[in-house]
């Protein structure tokens, strides 16, 4: 089984940072994507940003130039920076990994709530 643990949510002003981060752990031999979603209340859940193996990136458009997410293949952990934080950015994070073996599979984080306050 594989776990993923989130950390870094919290309450902070508007154009604010924070750092979210998410380890990997379990039964892994390889993670393909990992990445970050969001939910806000009354909303479905949105793709924030992922980040593959090689280390290519993607983003929401929502969140391009403000966002960055980053990864340590070592560490099977992944980062995401966000600054210049906007009301709109309050919502519950997850962490989602794509893992392998026995093929790949879709793992997810408990949540992690950012609160922007105007």
């Known amino acids: 089984q594989v776990q993923l643990v989130e950390s870094g949510g919290g309450l902070v002003q508007t154009g604010g940072s924070l750092r979210l981060s998410c380890a990997a752990s379990?039964?892994?031999?390889?993670?393909?994507?990992m990445g970050w979603y969001r939910q806000a209340p009354g909303k479905q859940r949105e793709a924030v940003a992922a980040?593959?193996?090689?280390?290519?990136?993607n983003y929401a458009d929502s969140v391009k130039g403000r966002f960055t997410i980053s990864r340590d293949n070592t560490k099977n952990t992944v980062y995401l920076q966000m600054n210049s934080l906007k009301p709109e950015d309050t919502a519950v994070y997850y962490c989602?990994?794509?893992?392998?073996?026995?093929?790949?599979?879709?793992?997810w984080g408990q949540g992690t709530q950012v609160t922007v306050a105007s």
């Open positions: 989602h990994a794509r893992v392998a073996p026995p093929w790949y599979d879709d793992y």
């Open positions: 379990g039964r892994i031999v390889s993670i393909s994507v």
């Open positions: 980040v593959s193996s090689g280390g290519s990136t």
